[in-house]
């Protein structure tokens, strides 16, 4: 039987079994996914984080100013000296994106689509801490980094059921735990959509939470059929050449039906605009003005290569990729996209896959005057970083 490198990160079951068993589909404990796993994070250093304006973040007191108040940050220098010794929790966004450790961690996922990822979020609980029961709308890997938390597992949820009457928070109104595990550092749970979970601190803890992008149904037909809108003219209308003598002017027939939706039909079935449309969403960054800051002349690029200087990707740009069936490619940063030659694929793949490009790799592509632009495109736009920028 084949073996594959992921097969250790789900024990005795391995990648494909979880794939076609789990993923989506029920809970799945792993113990010691992350054998003798040591926090990339300390808990100061994420307190820390939660001080900086530019990152998200949140505390949540089971009792606070009212049963579970939720905090914004950034947060006072002070505020954890006039936290209380229990029942409290710090939640931070998108770690990955500051500590390039935590980034790491990501390579550990790659057996799914790296266009699904979305970020990698840390909380610190002191004993007695949780968000409350609540389930979400996408896939999360809980992975114990500090401490022992006791995760309870309960029913399918829907938009139907119950929840308390909060301002701020989801917490679910019932919960039917079905399941309960206390994790140790190291010690994975998988929790697909829609299903209650309850985690709370056994004793002092953190936990790092892999979440995965999933568009609703919603955001799908809203931002799709705007993009198309936004590249069709005025001009192109709705017709009835060849429409029969009404029995009544006042009614709409179901041949006007049948034409509206054969047109709108043919709009959404152009399946290149539905890939390049689909390519910027799932790669729109969270903090784009962290890409941003990196935007502007760059030295010259050929120059650097040749001094050994290579690149690298900015760890707050999303990259993805799509052929189309004449061979082009569409390659997608941080909801931009640009067409290339097939002949590019390699690159391509190169930059999307590799958060290190070494420069003598990138000096093989120097002769090629489309590889050349693609790349001072990317380093000028803050996508690719040369190596002494990400120092």
Sequence with gaps: MMTNEFDSLFGDIGVER????????KPLLIRQAFPN???PIEPNELAGLSLEEEVESRLILKDGAHPWELQRGPFPDDTYSKLPERDWTLLVQAVDQFIPEVADLLEQFRFLPTWRIDDIMIS????????????????VFLLQGHGKRRWRVGQHCTVDSPLLDHP????LADFDCQDEWVLEPGDMLYIPPGIAH???AETD???????????????VLVHFTDYLAHHLSDDERYTDAGASLPQDPAAIDQAAIERLQQSVLELVSDKEALATWFGRHMTEAKYPEL????????????EALHEGIGLCTNPAVRLAYWQASDGSLRLFANGEHCVVGGSLLPLV??????RSLPAEVLLGWAAEDDAQELLEQLVEKGFLLMERQDE
């Excluded at 979880?18 to 589909?25: G, I, P, V």
């Excluded at 890409?291 to 050929?302: F, I, K, N, V």
């Design 291 to 302: 890409a941003q800051a990196y935007a502007g002349e760059p030295e010259p690029l050929m």
């Design 37 to 39: 796993f040591e926090s």
């Design 349 to 354: 793949q190169l930059i999307c896959n590799q």
């Design 18 to 25: 979880f794939l076609a068993e789990y993923w989506q589909r």
């Design 198 to 200: 309850d985690g709370i």
């Design 168 to 171: 701020d928070l989801r917490i």
């Design 124 to 139: 610190y609980a002191a004993p007695g801490g949780g968000v409350g029961p609540h389930y979400d709308n996408y896939d």
């Design 205 to 219: 803890c953190m936990t790092i939470s892999v979440g995965f992008r999933a568009p609703s149904h919603q955001e």
